[in-house]
């Protein structure tokens, strides 16, 4: 007797308990693998807690580091949008950003 179809082959009843089967060990697979990452991300982070804890220049800099690079993308933006349009570089008749391209 067929129960329901997998790539549409039918399925027997011990096949379709295989495949209700499989289904289960490749869930159960995955949510270990999630939580052994989960538990790898908090000991991770523990462990960075500390190191910063113990060495406040080093949270400092990776601060600056980072608000550089928010300043960066911002002005980036802003002169985008300044300029209303899309790109600094100039758009072709195929409708796409192009460079200038010569011959020496």
Do not use: C, F, W
Request: charged letters at 35%; proline letters at 4%.
């Amino acid at each position: 007797m067929a129960n329901g179809t997998v790539n549409g082959n039918p399925l027997t009843d011990k096949k379709n308990q295989e495949y209700q089967q499989q289904e289960i060990e490749q869930q159960d697979k995955v949510k270990d693998r999630a939580e052994e990452l989960a538990l790898k991300l908090a000991r991770t982070y523990e462990e960075l807690t500390r190191l910063l804890e113990q060495n406040p220049g080093v949270k400092r800099e990776i601060t600056e580091a980072r608000a550089k690079e928010d300043r960066v993308y911002q002005n980036l933006k802003q002169r985008t949008e300044a300029g209303g349009h899309g790109s600094a570089l100039p758009v072709g008749e195929a409708g796409r950003h192009e460079l200038p391209v010569t011959a020496d």
